[in-house]
C-alpha cells in the first residue's frame, strides 16, 4: 500500500469516527459549539506526566506514566462511541472511590472536594482527618469513576478505572503539584486548579530564589534502610533532590556511574561521610526498636567500624521526615508532601537555617538525634472544606546569605500549635491576593507518642 493511500485510508476512519460520535449525540445537541473556551498550558505539558486536548465537547486526557488516554465528555452527551479509549466518562463527575493512592487525597482537598471520596481501599491508613468516616466500600453511594496507580486493562469496567501517577522518581516537586489540575479535568475545575497550583508555584519559587545565593551551603544527603538485604540507600531522585537544591542547600549523592545502593558499611560511610545533615526516609518499623541508637547500630556509625567523624553525627544532625503520624503509626509525609511542595521546602530549609523564617514551625521533620517525638494527628473538629479559611501567601523576596547565620541551633520538641488554620493539614482552598491569582492564571495560559504539640496545617493555608 502506498503512502498515500495509508494516509487517505487514515483520513477516512477519522471522519467515521467523528460521524459516529456526531450520531449517537442528542438530538438537541450541537457539536459546533465550544464549551471549553480556556486551556492551560500546565495541563499540556507532558513532562508533568500528563496532558490534555480540548474539543468541542469532549477531552482527552492523557496519563504518560501509564500511557493511558481517557475520554472526558461534557454535556451529559452519551459515551457508546468512546471505545477507543482506556475509560470513557461523563463530567463533572461527582463521586469517586480509591484504589491504593492515597496521596490523592490532599489534592482532593486543595480542590474542597474531600466529600466527593466514598471509598477508600486501605482507609486505616490514611492521615488526613478529612475522611475518618470513609471506609473502603461506598455504601449506597455510587462511584463515577475509582482512581487507581495501576493500569487499566478492563476497558469497559463500569466505574472505569483512572490512572493517578504523580508518584514518579523523575518528576520533581512542581511537577508532583501540579496534578492537581490532572484531578481537576474529571470535575470540570481546570481554572480553579491552575491558580491554586500557580500560588503554590509562585511561593515555592520564592523560597527558592531567596536563598539561591547562600555561600555557606550545608551538604544534605537523604537515607533509606532496606532490612532484607541489610542496605542502605542514598536517595537521589528528582523529588528527593530537588528540595535540598532548591534550599540552597548541596545534595550528597554518588555520581551517575556508581550505584546509590550500598551493602557495605565502608563504602556507606565513604559516601555519606561529608553530610552535615541526614534525612532518614526509613519506614520506623525497619529500625529495630525505632530509636536513634538503633540507626546509629543498623548503619555502622559505631566505634570501630565508623572511621569517619561525619558532621551530622557530631552535630546531631539525623532527621526523619515522620513528624506527623495517624493514629496507626503511619506517616503523614508520603501522603500530603506531593502536594505541598512549598511546606516540603520550608522544612527543609528550615532545618538547617531557622533564622531565615524564625517562627516557621515544622510540619514533618524531627530531629531523631535529638530525641523529637512522633506526634499523633488527631483533630475530629476540623472542618475539611472551611474555604473560609483564606489567608494571603507570604514570601519576602529577600536574598538569605551565609552572613545569616545558616545553621544555628534548631529549638528541638517545643512545637506549638497555632490556633485555627493551622489545627490541620487538610487542603481546602488556596488563595492569594487577587493580583497574584491573576499572574498565576496567565502565566498558565501563556507558557507515636505525643511528648508536643506540632502544627498540622490545613492544605489551604500558604502563609
Known amino acids: 500500500m502506498t503512502r498515500l493511500a495509508a494516509r487517505f485510508l487514515r483520513v477516512i476512519s477519522c471522519i467515521s469516527l467523528v460521524l459516529a460520535i456526531v450520531d449517537a449525540q442528542n438530538a438537541d445537541f450541537d457539536p459546533s459549539v465550544n464549551h471549553y473556551s480556556y486551556s492551560f498550558s500546565v495541563a499540556n505539558d507532558s513532562a508533568n506526566g500528563f496532558s490534555v486536548e480540548y474539543y468541542n465537547w469532549y477531552k482527552v486526557v492523557t496519563n504518560h506514566q501509564l500511557n493511558e488516554r481517557y475520554a472526558l465528555v461534557c454535556c451529559d452527551q452519551p459515551l457508546d462511541n468512546f471505545t477507543q479509549y482506556n475509560a470513557a466518562i461523563n463530567t463533572p463527575v461527582k463521586n469517586v472511590g480509591i484504589e491504593n493512592v492515597r496521596d490523592i487525597l490532599p489534592y482532593l482537598e486543595l480542590l474542597s472536594l474531600s466529600d466527593s471520596v466514598k471509598a477508600i481501599q486501605g482507609y486505616q491508613n490514611v492521615t488526613s482527618p478529612c475522611y475518618a468516616n470513609v471506609t473502603d466500600t461506598p455504601g449506597s453511594n455510587t462511584v463515577d469513576l475509582m482512581f487507581s496507580e495501576r493500569s487499566n486493562t478492563n476497558l469497559q469496567g463500569n466505574p472505569p478505572y483512572v490512572g493517578f501517577t504523580p508518584n514518579n522518581d523523575t518528576l520533581s516537586p512542581l511537577q508532583k503539584a501540579s496534578w492537581l489540575v490532572y484531578i481537576a479535568m474529571f470535575f470540570e475545575m481546570e481554572g480553579e486548579a491552575t491558580t491554586i497550583f500557580g500560588n503554590i508555584y509562585n511561593i515555592y519559587n ?61 563504602e556507606f560511610h565513604t559516601a555519606i561521610r561529608l553530610a552535615d545533615y541526614v534525612i532518614d526516609v526509613t519506614p520506623l518499623e525497619n529500625l529495630g526498636n525505632q530509636s536513634y541508637d538503633s540507626w546509629l547500630n543498623l548503619g555502622g556509625f559505631v566505634s570501630g567500624t565508623d572511621i569517619y567523624n561525619e558532621p551530622f553525627i557530631a552535630d546531631k544532625g539525623l532527621y526523619r521526615t515522620d513528624g506527623l503520624v495517624n493514629n496507626n503509626g503511619i506517616s503523614d509525609w508520603s501522603q500530603r508532601s506531593p502536594a505541598r511542595p512549598d511546606l516540603a521546602l520550608r522544612d ?95 502565566l498558565y495560559r501563556r507558557h507515636r507518642q505525643v511528648k508536643a504539640s506540632r502544627p498540622f496545617y490545613r492544605m489551604n493555608d500558604v502563609s
Not at 245 to 258: F, T, V
Not at 367 to 376: I, M, P, S, V
Not at 417 to 436: E, M, P, Q, R
Request: proline residues 3%.
Open 206 to 266: 520564592c523560597h527558592k530564589a531567596n536563598l539561591e545565593e547562600m555561600t555557606d551551603k550545608k551538604n544534605i544527603a537523604w537515607t533509606s534502610y532496606n532490612p532484607t538485604d541489610n542496605s542502605w540507600t542514598i536517595v537521589n531522585d528528582n523529588f528527593h533532590a530537588a528540595l535540598v537544591k532548591d534550599a540552597g542547600a548541596l545534595l550528597i549523592s554518588p555520581n551517575s556511574a556508581q550505584s546509590n545502593v550500598f551493602t557495605q558499611l565502608n
Open 348 to 442: 527543609v530549609i528550615h532545618m538547617f537555617a531557622p533564622t531565615y523564617e524564625p517562627d516557621y514551625q515544622l510540619t514533618w521533620l524531627r530531629n531523631f538525634a535529638k530525641g523529637d517525638y512522633t506526634r499523633q494527628i488527631a483533630d475530629s473538629g476540623y472542618q475539611c472544606n472551611a474555604t473560609e479559611i483564606v489567608k494571603k501567601a507570604t514570601c519576602d523576596a529577600h536574598k538569605y546569605g551565609s552572613d545569616s547565620e545558616a545553621g544555628d541551633e534548631v529549638p528541638s520538641g517545643g512545637h506549638s500549635l497555632s490556633t485555627g488554620g493551622k489545627a490541620g493539614i487538610s487542603v481546602g482552598v488556596i488563595v492569594f491576593a487577587i493580583g497574584a491569582a491573576v499572574i498565576a492564571f496567565f
